[in-house]
């Protein structure tokens, strides 16, 4: 990486382009989860189909993000960001226009695509222009970008779907988008050095068999069983798929992504913690918006409104868990952090206590902010071979979106098999006991990394 030479004017200007960029691109990651039941309806597709425009998302994009250290090693900062940005804003109009599911998903592809880029040039950008001693506290704003843009983002859609349709969603972040590209035009500088490096084009293809192949089998996995030959297929491939793409990468010179980074233990915790958070975060973000309209029969703007708590506790956590980094470290912010996401979950066991799933919620969006961004720089910064942060960020990013679209399909798919069981039939409100389940599985994996974190999580 190049030294920090930049005056701290432009580099003020790099972050607040990154931020923007960030902002929006992160936005459309939840926002659909409150227009999810419109886009489906309009689409006349099933709700399983339909949970694809957001998982097959976050799936996209754990595709792409291998790709983005080879990206980021090769291609100058500017113009790759640039790209980065008009894929993003050609994808958004697509889906604005769309009419069937092929186009959307098409559309939601190109953003993913974007995203991957975006996030992972981001990361890099900021742990690269930025002293040690403030990288917690500028990564705690960035997290405004991954953890509460996200969970801002329900609301202001629901907002939107009643008052202009959903489509209104798409143009409304194509147009700041197409300012955040004049605005970076302007102001962008290339921070980060690049070397001419040869594309492994068969790790790439052994990549998307790996990251895709596992997140469409765990997806298919809930609905159709073991059993359905697409679902056993898709598992066989990305195991197979991921093994193939590991013992190629250890035994290149030059890897395409440097899985031997994993051998630094606060980068392989940060790995798991990342993995585990985002499984049960976005499982959640979608299960919330689908019982408060599907089963309470709330609007989407009401919806929308009664996750607000947790979007402003998210905003208000986020810088706030940047300067606690800097001067806690890790294992005390994890404490904390960790004790609310676990409590956060527990209380979504009573949806229908509103009151008590409302605060529930909001308790487990601000335990989100605590941790997301602190993971990122806690284990990018436990990498000695400082060459291989673009390689980190990437591994890193990779594996919690994947682990993200998994997290969807699998508690979508607890809340849709215990909805429509006996004990539901028993338990009177098939959709609140489908939610109980899918939400105590939820805490029950909270549970989980709160325990390993205390036992392994250690500053040094």
Not at 12 to 31: E, N, W
Not at 127 to 141: C, R
Not at 274 to 292: C, D, E, F, H, K
Not at 302 to 324: D, H, Q
């Amino acid at each position: 990486m190049k030294e920090n030479t930049a005056p701290v004017k432009k580099m003020m200007l790099i972050f607040i382009s990154l931020l923007l960029g960030s902002v929006v691109s992160s936005f459309l990651s939840t926002a659909l989860n409150t227009a999810l039941p419109a886009i489906i309806g309009e689409l006349r597709i099933s709700v399983d189909t339909g949970q694809w425009i957001t998982s097959g998302f976050s799936l996209a994009m754990g595709i792409v993000m291998p790709l983005t250290a080879f990206l980021i090693t090769r291609f100058k900062t500017k113009p790759l960001f640039l790209v980065g940005l008009l894929l993003f804003i050609g994808g958004s109009i697509l889906c604005a226009v769309a009419t069937s599911f092929v186009p959307m998903m098409i559309g939601r592809v190109m953003q993913a695509a974007s995203s991957g880029i975006l996030t992972a040039m981001t990361q890099v950008v900021i742990l690269s222009i930025f002293p040690k001693e403030k990288q917690g506290t500028y990564m705690g704003w960035y997290g405004l970008a991954v953890s509460a843009a996200p969970i801002v983002a329900p609301t202001l859609g629901g907002i939107l779907v009643d008052s202009l349709g959903w489509r209104s969603i798409f143009w409304i972040v194509a147009a700041i988008m197409i300012l955040v590209f004049i605005l970076s035009a302007a102001s962008f500088e290339n921070v980060l050095e690049t070397r001419k490096t040869s594309f492994d084009v068969l790790s790439f293809m052994i990549s998307i068999f790996a990251f895709g192949g596992i997140t469409l089998g765990v997806g298919r996995l809930s609905s159709k069983g073991i059993q359905d030959p697409m679902t056993l297929i898709a598992l066989v491939l990305g195991l197979g798929g991921s093994l193939l793409f590991a013992l190629r990468q250890l035994r290149a010179s030059e890897p395409f992504l440097n899985i031997r980074i994993l051998k630094y233990k606060n980068y392989t915790l940060s790995v798991v913690g990342s993995m585990i958070l985002y499984l049960v975060m976005m499982g959640g973000s979608v299960l919330v918006p689908l019982y408060l309209q599907r089963t309470a029969g709330f609007s989407a703007t009401v919806s929308g409104l009664m996750t607000l708590p947790g979007s402003l506790l998210s905003m208000l956590c986020s810088p706030i868990a940047g300067k606690l980094f800097d001067r806690l470290g890790m294992r005390k912010l994890f404490l904390l952090g960790g004790a609310l996401f676990l409590i956060g979950n527990t209380g979504m066991i009573f949806p229908e206590m509103l009151p008590v799933l409302i605060v529930s919620y909001a308790i487990r969006c601000g335990a989100i902010s605590f941790l997301m961004m602190p993971f990122v720089t806690w284990g990018v910064a436990g990498i000695k071979d400082k060459g291989a942060t673009a390689h980190g960020t990437a591994l890193l990013t990779s594996l919690r979106t994947v682990a993200g679209a998994i997290g969807t399909a699998v508690f979508v798919g607890i809340m849709t098999s215990a909805s429509g069981s006996q004990a539901a039939t028993l338990a009177g409100n098939a959709g609140a006991y489908g939610f109980r389940v899918s939400a105590a599985g939820m805490a029950a994996v909270a549970l989980l990394m709160f325990v390993l974190g205390m036992i392994l999580i250690k500053d040094e």
